[in-house]
């Protein structure tokens, strides 16, 4: 594949994709320059992937994997040892959160799930995406009889919370 | 609030309303990584083939020059043998690392392969390449008769090397396998929790 291949493809993707890729750093950055650092990683990640996408799956569903997987290997201590190695006349940001973003309920959904641990946090965004048991056990590598227990646990604690949220009339 | 309700909140999103990325910056980023091979890159490896593809050659050019002793030679063989080895190693980890699509254990299982390369390849660089360097150097002092400050400056070396491999190794590569160990243990707990029973 050409460099130029590549690049379109990259940038099509972006385009009909970033929603995956935000939703993925808002759920594993806890603030907004976690988030930036992790979003230039997960589209560096993305960019790589490019030439290894085949068909067999929908592009969509590849760029949820790669996002994903690179969330959940990032760190912050890695960030740190990479920011030592950049002096911070450098440091540029990617992204800026827009105004208009600004539902509450959602943001109470984003703050719950990001109290969850890695593992989980996976979990409840492929849910709420919509993936079935199987494409998330596909995802993940293991049965999808074992995600659906985690799953239960993910749903019963979301809708504990909601009541204490509902009660607080936030 | 019931699960369906949640997921139709989550359904409201405007996720391109979320952020603006900045195109600039994204161009920026990817042409600078698109020559790197992976984010993590074992600051061992880049400084020592550099080190060692500077010194090597400029030590044989030294010892022609001086008619040196043979073990000038010898030393300089070896600075060059072990950035070339450096080299052969980064690009088979390089290939290793290109991989995607893959399921969430089978990346985790390839970056705690990553993690165990690197820590291998620090240990080799402290105890079996350090120590022979020095121990020609310090030969080669001794056969030269070198004065006290040379000595002094080939010490300090020798312990700056082993502190920095040390601290490396200690700091990065080991919490950072130890790290992935613990989210693939995570994910493997999962195979173990009863199926539900439907």
Not at chain 1, 61 to 82: G, H, M, P, S
Not at chain 1, 87 to 110: A, G, I
Not at chain 2, 154 to 176: D, I, Q
Request: glycine share 4%; hydrophobic share 45%.
């Amino acid at each position: 594949m050409t460099a130029t291949r590549q690049q379109e493809i990259f940038e099509q993707w972006l385009e009909e994709y970033k929603g995956i890729l935000f939703k993925i750093v808002r759920v594993y950055g806890h603030d907004t320059d976690q988030q930036d650092d992790l979003f230039q990683e997960v589209v560096i990640q993305v960019w790589r992937s490019v030439p290894k996408f085949r068909d067999e799956s929908a592009a969509a569903t590849w760029v949820y994997r790669v996002a994903l997987n690179t969330a959940i290997k990032w760190t912050t201590r890695e960030r740190k040892i990479e920011e030592q190695k950049q002096s911070e006349d450098l440091k540029e940001h990617m992204l800026s959160e827009k105004e208009t973003f600004k539902d509450e309920r959602v943001t109470w959904l984003y703050e719950e799930i990001n109290k969850l641990d890695e593992i989980d946090r996976s979990l409840a965004l492929l849910l709420l995406d919509g993936f079935s048991y199987k494409e998330m056990a596909d995802m993940i590598g293991i049965s999808s009889s074992n995600i659906g227990v985690r799953i239960h646990r993910i749903k019963k604690h979301l809708i504990t919370q909601s009541e204490k949220y509902q009660h607080h009339g936030i | 609030m019931e699960f369906e309700e949640m997921k139709k909140i989550w359904d409201t999103q405007s996720n391109s309303a979320m952020y603006a990325i900045d195109e600039s910056v994204l161009r920026k980023s990817i042409s600078k990584k698109a020559s790197q091979s992976n984010r993590i890159v074992a600051l061992v490896e880049v400084v020592f083939i550099i080190i060692n593809l500077l010194v090597g050659p400029f030590l044989i050019y030294d010892a022609i020059v001086d008619r040196d002793h043979p073990v000038s030679f010898v030393i300089a063989g070896f600075f060059i043998l072990g950035g070339i080895y450096t080299i052969i190693s980064q690009q088979r980890r390089i290939s290793r690392n290109n991989s995607f699509g893959k399921t969430m254990i089978g990346e985790l299982d390839d970056a705690i392969a990553n993690a165990d390369y690197l820590i291998v390849f620090s240990r080799k660089v402290i105890y079996w390449y350090n120590i022979p360097v020095f121990a020609l150097i310090f030969m080669k002092l001794t056969i030269t008769a070198s004065s006290g400050w040379v000595w002094l400056l080939m010490l300090t070396l020798f312990s700056l090397a082993f502190v920095a491999g040390r601290w490396e190794l200690n700091k990065c590569h080991y919490p950072r396998k130890e790290r992935l160990q613990k989210l693939k243990a995570k994910i493997l707990a999962l195979n173990e929790q009863q199926p539900l029973q439907v």
